[in-house]
């Protein structure tokens, strides 16, 4: 354990001194040097005209400092209702929390849940529905579950000739790709298509894709139709400006996601139930670490926090997603591998849903044979090569490679 972690900090040290080389190439963007989707009125508003519209959007859908529902209906247009992912319409939901209908106080709206009692609406709900518009910030994730609230929408609307509206956003994580990619017998709600943990593409490139390589049910097509980001590529680093869920607070925590929540199917904590959510690791029994925290409930972040109450011994690791993760733009198995060498009863460590966020079986069954992360990751590199072809033919934006 010890080895790997000194490995971590050396890797981290030349990793400092080499980001300004990275950034040579890579530039630092923010809301203010681009105009999103929902932002470019002009492209789509002639596309509204008449129509009765629906909604799927949460605390992200903003243009400047307004909601996209609040400016719509200012504008005038029919906004029949609203349809919420996870975290619900404002928010304010911890994850893996399952949300009832209700009526938005705001707008005085109806909200149809799409992560309660269904993931996929059904005909009475898009009953009178022209068009549906998809305006929500991803992180680039395949096991963010927005993807698959997007699948599912999208299905909806070809069954039942309703016109699929993306307004774009960058993609944080849209500079790299990584990861293995989702064997589809593990497909689940965290993993719904053939894609690597990180695929590189913003929802608008990823709804053509889903439809280029006929992932709906059955083949079928939905009438989609986009608005790309304005002056953006993705060898931009962009900055979110509003939290995509509540425990990703910060760019150091959306930049670790992809490699720490693997050990959400683990025994080890991520930090939920902190102030530093996927910014630290750590478990009671671990005796070495340089850092200690312990979760507590903290209500629509997280209630019921793994070890709730109980001091957890571990790693503070935030600093490596601004520096490292960015700039090496790749997954960090490290912590991974030393942790799992580290816990004693090694037969506890991985749960089932384990192979359901790495969508694979492989990576759980490397690690406890032992194998290098050298040789893990050239376990992935056929299935990176080929997806990468399928990922160049829907690209909207000028690639990295």
């Given at each position: 354990m010890k080895k790997i972690f000194c490995f971590l900090i050396f890797s981290f040290n030349i990793f400092y001194l080499c980001a300004q080389d990275f950034k040579i190439n890579y530039r630092e963007i923010t809301k203010d040097d681009i105009l999103v989707g929902a932002e470019r009125t002009d492209q789509y508003f002639p596309l509204l005209k008449g129509k009765n519209i629906a909604i799927v959007a949460n605390q992200t859908s903003m243009i400047k400092n307004t909601h996209l529902v609040d400016s719509l209906l200012h504008a005038g247009f029919s906004i029949k209702k609203i349809f919420s992912p996870e975290h619900g319409f404002r928010g304010n939901a911890e994850a893996g929390k399952k949300i009832d209908d209700y009526t938005d106080k705001k707008t005085g709206l109806p909200v149809v849940s799409l992560y309660g009692k269904k993931k996929k609406p059904n005909s009475t709900d898009l009953k009178g529905i022209d068009i549906i518009i998809f305006d929500i910030q991803d992180v680039g994730v395949r096991f963010f579950t927005y993807i698959s609230t997007m699948h599912y929408m999208m299905e909806a609307c070809a069954e039942n000739n309703i016109t699929f509206l993306v307004l774009d956003r960058p993609n944080p994580n849209g500079f790299y790709i990584d990861g293995p990619v989702l064997d589809t017998t593990l497909k689940s709600f965290v993993g719904i298509h053939p894609v690597p943990i990180v695929h590189g593409m913003t929802l608008a490139e990823y709804a053509c894709m889903i439809n280029g390589e006929e992932w709906l049910k059955n083949g079928i097509h939905c009438k989609l139709k986009y608005v790309t980001v304005s002056n953006y590529n993705h060898t931009y680093f962009y900055k979110i400006s509003v939290n995509p869920s509540p425990n990703l607070k910060n760019m150091n925590a959306i930049y670790l996601y992809p490699s720490l929540c693997l050990f959400e199917g683990t025994i080890v904590s991520v930090g939920r139930g902190t102030?530093?959510?996927?910014?630290?690791?750590?478990?009671?029994?671990?005796?070495?670490?340089?850092?200690?925290?312990?979760?507590?409930?903290?209500?629509?972040?997280?209630?019921?926090?793994?070890?709730?109450?109980?001091?957890?011994?571990?790693?503070?690791?935030?600093?490596?997603?601004?520096?490292?993760?960015?700039?090496?733009?790749?997954?960090?198995?490290?912590?991974?591998?030393?942790?799992?060498?580290?816990?004693?009863?090694?037969?506890?460590?991985?749960?089932?849903?384990?192979d359901k966020l790495a969508g694979t079986t492989a990576l759980r069954e490397q690690i406890i044979k032992g194998e290098s992360e050298e040789n893990i990751r050239k376990s992935w590199q056929p299935g990176i090569n080929k997806f990468k072809k399928i990922r160049k033919k829907y690209l909207l934006y000028p690639d990295f490679e």
């Open positions: 102030d530093k959510p996927f910014q630290v690791i750590g478990h009671p029994l671990v005796k070495d670490g340089n850092y200690s925290f312990t979760p507590v409930s903290i209500p629509s972040e997280c209630e019921e926090p793994p070890y709730k109450n109980v001091l957890c011994k571990g790693y503070e690791i935030s600093t490596f997603g601004e520096v490292f993760i960015k700039n090496s733009r790749q997954l960090y198995l490290y912590w991974l591998i030393g942790m799992y060498q580290q816990y004693p009863d090694k037969e506890k460590f991985f749960s089932l849903f384990f």
